[in-house]
């Protein structure tokens, strides 16, 4: 009976369901603060560019619905005797009770072809949704997973509108990115001092075999951040002096935070101390100054990653 009960312990961990990594919500993640549903901005400057991605998260608190619409103006809720909705150049959908996400779009009160995914959601859950932009369509990631590519019906620059409704508590939602060259190399304005944080939003390729961030002080490499799929491991360390400095990684217990044909955002928080490194707002590393943080000056990305967004706070 002992050597059975051993036997479903260990089947137990390592084929039954995996417990869901914490999130961590402070100012250093933004999830500490909320925005009001409905949700209705307008996007500001140059509109959606091709490149640019547009990121809704938040947790789920019904069991009805929720939608976010991408619409060519602020006439989004049908009143009764009112004026006729905006065109929703593309509308998201969410069927939280029936398990499913749709897809459409609705010009000059016409719907046109519906497209759907199997998605189960239920109370307290938190989501990402995420809408990149490519002249042609748009590329829709649930869960950091591409589940849909949408052709646009008119051009994407009639879009000026982004709206969320229904049974959702919104963290944030932002737009950003570009195309960008890698290998990546920026210069950080002011150095990355205490309290600064590094946001890099990427895309893992199919057969990626490893990306590297480097930060730099001048000549000296400061930190090395490695990624390497085929060993799961993310390696820190430092070359100074043109000597390479000891090498950590994350312990045999911790999960690899990085999927291949998945996005990621990871958050890099300069500490008095220490870097904190935090992979979709889940902790998962740290990496103690070695020269102090206010010299480092210059950012380098290179390897198997296609960026998605860069950008300093």
Same mark, same amino acid.
């Given at each position: 009976?002992?050597? *059975?009960?051993?036997?479903?312990?260990? #089947?137990?961990?390592f084929?039954? =369901?995996?417990?869901?990594?914490?999130?961590?919500?402070?100012?250093?993640?933004?999830?500490?603060?909320?925005?009001?549903?409905?949700? #209705?901005?307008?996007?500001?400057?140059?509109?959606?560019q091709?490149?640019?991605?547009?990121?809704?998260?938040?947790?789920?608190?019904?069991?009805?619905?929720?939608?976010?619409?991408?619409?060519?103006?602020?006439?989004?809720?049908?009143?009764?005797?009112?004026?006729?909705?905006?065109?929703?150049?593309?509308?998201?959908?969410c069927?939280?009770?029936?398990?499913?996400? *749709?897809?459409?779009? *609705?010009v000059?009160?016409?719907?046109?072809?519906?497209?759907?995914? !199997?998605?189960?959601?239920?109370?307290?859950?938190?989501?990402?949704?995420?809408?990149?932009? +490519?002249?042609?369509?748009?590329?829709?990631?649930?869960?950091?997973?591409?589940?849909?590519?949408?052709?646009?019906y008119? =051009?994407?620059?009639?879009?000026?509108?982004?709206?969320?409704?229904?049974?959702?508590?919104?963290?944030?939602?932002?737009?950003?990115?570009? +195309?960008?060259?890698?290998?990546?190399?920026?210069?950080?304005p002011?150095?990355?001092?205490?309290?600064?944080?590094?946001?890099?939003?990427?895309?893992?390729?199919?057969?990626?075999?490893?990306?590297?961030?480097?930060?730099?002080?001048?000549?000296?490499?400061?930190?090395?951040?490695?990624?390497?799929?085929?060993?799961? !491991?993310?390696?820190?360390?430092?070359?100074?002096?043109?000597?390479?400095?000891?090498?950590?990684?994350? /312990?045999?217990?911790?999960?690899? =935070?990085?999927?291949?044909?998945?996005?990621?955002?990871?958050?890099?928080? *300069?500490?008095?101390?220490? +870097?904190?490194?935090?992979?979709?707002?889940?902790?998962?590393?740290?990496?103690?100054?070695?020269?102090?943080?206010?010299?480092?000056?210059?950012?380098?990305?290179? /390897?198997?990653?296609?960026?998605?967004?860069?950008?300093?706070?």
């Open positions: 009976v002992f050597a *059975c009960l051993q036997m479903a312990s260990f #089947l137990r961990r084929f039954g =369901p995996k417990k869901p990594r914490l999130t961590r919500k402070d100012s250093i993640t933004g999830r500490n603060k909320t925005l009001g549903v409905p949700y #209705l901005s307008r996007l500001e400057g140059n509109q959606l091709p490149g640019q991605s547009l990121i809704v998260r938040g947790v789920i608190t019904g069991t009805d619905s929720f939608v976010v619409n991408l619409t060519s103006g602020p006439i989004v809720e049908a009143e009764e005797g009112g004026e006729i909705l905006d065109n929703r150049l593309l509308s998201i959908r069927d939280i009770s029936k398990n499913r996400i *749709c897809f459409n779009a *609705c000059d009160g016409e719907w046109g072809k519906e497209g759907a995914i !199997k998605q189960h959601y239920k109370v307290n859950d938190e989501f990402d949704l995420r809408i990149r932009c +490519f002249d042609d369509q748009f590329h829709i990631y649930v869960e950091h997973r591409l589940v849909a590519k949408f052709a646009h008119v =051009p994407m620059n009639n879009i000026s509108h982004v709206y969320v409704n229904g049974d959702v508590m919104l963290y944030g939602v932002s737009w950003e990115g570009k +195309f960008y060259s890698v290998p990546y190399a920026a210069d950080i002011g150095n990355f001092y205490s309290g600064r944080r590094l946001f890099v939003s990427g895309l893992v390729p199919k057969g990626a075999k490893q990306f590297t961030i480097d930060f730099y002080a001048n000549a000296e490499l400061a930190c090395r951040i490695k990624a390497v799929f085929p060993t799961k !491991k993310v390696l820190r360390t430092s070359r100074l002096n043109d000597r390479w400095g000891p090498e950590e990684r994350l /312990g045999v217990d911790q999960e690899f =935070p990085f999927k291949r044909k998945q996005t990621f955002d990871l958050l890099i928080f *300069c500490s008095e101390n220490k +870097f904190e490194m935090l992979v979709n707002d889940c902790p998962f590393a740290s990496f103690d100054h070695r020269i102090p943080a206010n010299q480092i000056n210059k950012l380098s990305i290179e /390897g198997d990653i296609s960026l998605l967004g860069v950008h300093l706070k």
